[in-house]
């Protein structure tokens, strides 16, 4: 089959997805009657068009059953049944729906097509300074973490459990633990230093606006206003 | 003891960085393995109960490390680490803990040293969080026609509400009240706790 994506779409970044995002909230509020339904519409075809092959909230149960009670709730709040024309009647819900729909769709395509590495060095960029570093060393830590916790809660066990204080027991499990834990953070530092990481001197390339960001959010502000002059 | 800003605003220290990512790990391990059996055994203020568990860890943090930003930093290595779990790539439960960390730090943030009172504050701001958090997701999701159900629903409440008055009421109380006094419980302990851990470190 042709790859239909549009040249240099590859290049859409973390602005780029977050715009996508950002829209598919505001637009709905901008367009009235059933122009609505091409919120969805456009953020499926600009997912498409930036790679997204799979969205994962549409394989989810959960989805169909949010879209379902939005519809029902919808149906009832519009007057569905109590004598007002099933055309007005329906309106409401679908609205909901269709805006559901798009911010579902965005957010996914946003969460899954942005890098974890490009949201923390985002991050970096507002001010949270060595959240990268931060974000590689807990990766690590997760495994140890684990295994602490589980051998604390073992000992805790063999020694009769919780026993009679159960809270005092509880506020000594976590002390050992987090003690276990932050007690190797001296061979972390040492590691780190060893590699000359400074957290001053490291440097974390932002984020920067790519070709695909600028030409995505362009063409999403140029689509708006034609949905709200042409209609 | 208070946690005093030593150097406020300064950066974070390598060591402080080491301290973050561990409690951000513990954090995301609460979220990722309590959570799932409380999700799966549809506890009651299952939400509350894992935010006032990881804001106890949050704000441990910030007695160890007493730099403005440190609340905040866990918060975001644990919604970096929720984001990174397989199976949950949803961006709700990220903005909640980023949400909620945001809302404990604005509040330590208030203080040049907060003390138990700053903390227990702190830990309240961010589990009332989990009390605001279903409507904020239900408005961006829903847009306005979420307006129009609300009314709609309490339309049709109160035509049932003589009857039901008083359990409305307690219903009110309880889905504000008990996430408060969780997080006022957190916001203490992660005090005396982080006070602990500082002594047990430092020897």
Redesign the interface.
């Known amino acids: 089959m042709r790859d239909l994506r549009l040249r240099g779409a590859g290049s859409v970044g973390v602005y780029g997805y977050a715009c996508l995002l950002v829209w598919a909230?505001v637009a709905?509020?901008l367009l009235q009657g059933p122009r609505i339904y091409w919120v969805p519409c456009t953020v499926i075809a600009a997912s498409w068009l930036t790679g997204t092959r799979r969205w994962?909230s549409l394989g989810d149960l959960r989805t169909w059953l949010?879209l379902a009670g939005?519809a029902l709730?919808?149906a009832?709040?519009?007057g569905w049944g109590s004598g007002r024309p099933l055309q007005s009647a329906l309106e409401?819900?679908l609205?909901?729906v269709a805006?559901?729909l798009a911010?579902?769709l965005a957010?996914?395509t946003?969460?899954?097509r942005v890098p974890?590495s490009d949201?923390?060095a985002l991050?970096e960029g507002a001010?949270?300074?060595?959240?990268s570093?931060?974000?590689?060393?807990?990766?690590n830590?997760?495994p140890v973490?684990?295994r602490t916790?589980g051998r604390v809660w073992m000992a805790l066990r063999l020694r009769g459990g919780l026993g009679r204080r159960p809270w005092r027991a509880c506020?000594r499990l976590?002390?050992t633990?987090?003690?276990l834990?932050?007690?190797?953070?001296?061979e972390?530092?040492e590691a780190?230093?060893a590699r000359a990481?400074?957290?001053?001197r490291a440097s974390v390339k932002g984020s920067a606006w790519k070709s695909g960001d600028l030409g995505l959010a362009l063409g999403l502000a140029l689509w708006t206003v034609a949905l709200v002059l042409v209609g | 003891m208070a946690a005093g800003d030593v150097t406020g605003g300064a950066?974070?220290?390598?060591?402080?960085?080491?301290?973050?990512?561990?409690?951000?790990?513990?954090w995301?391990?609460v979220e990722t393995?309590l959570g799932t059996y409380l999700h799966a055994l549809r506890v009651p203020f299952r939400g509350a109960v894992l935010t006032a568990l990881g804001l106890l860890?949050a704000l441990?943090g910030r007695v160890?490390i007493p730099r403005r930003?440190t609340v905040?930093?866990v918060g975001?290595?644990t919604a970096?680490?929720r984001?990174?779990s397989v199976g949950a790539?949803?961006?709700s439960p990220l903005a909640a803990i980023l949400i909620e960390s945001l809302l404990a730090e604005l509040v330590v943030w208030a203080w040049a040293r907060p003390g138990r009172v700053a903390f227990a504050l702190a830990g309240a701001a961010g589990t009332l969080g989990t009390v605001a958090h279903p409507f904020v997701t239900q408005g961006?999701?829903?847009?306005?026609?979420?307006i129009?159900?609300y009314?709609?629903?309490i339309e049709s409440t109160a035509r049932v509400l003589p009857l039901l008055g008083g359990v409305v009421w307690l219903l009110v109380v309880c889905a504000v009240g008990i996430p408060l006094a969780l997080g006022i419980a957190a916001g203490l302990?992660a005090h005396d706790?982080g006070t602990?851990?500082q002594e047990?470190?430092a020897h």
């Not at chain 2, 390598?14 to 513990?26: F, K, M, Q």
């Open positions: 909230l709905p509020a994962r949010l939005l709730v919808g009832a709040a519009g409401l819900p609205r909901m805006r559901a911010v579902l957010a996914d946003f969460a899954g974890v949201l923390a991050g001010g949270l300074g060595g959240l570093f931060a974000l590689g060393v807990a990766m830590t997760l973490l684990e916790a506020s976590a002390l633990i987090l003690a834990s932050l007690g190797r953070a001296q972390i530092v780190a230093e990481f400074s957290p001053g | 950066h974070f220290s390598t060591r402080d960085l080491v301290y973050i990512a561990i409690l951000g790990a513990a995301g391990l393995s860890l441990c160890l930003g905040l930093m975001a290595v970096a680490l984001l990174l790539v949803l961006l961006l999701v829903g847009g306005s026609g979420v129009a159900v009314g709609w629903l302990l706790l602990r851990l047990r470190l």
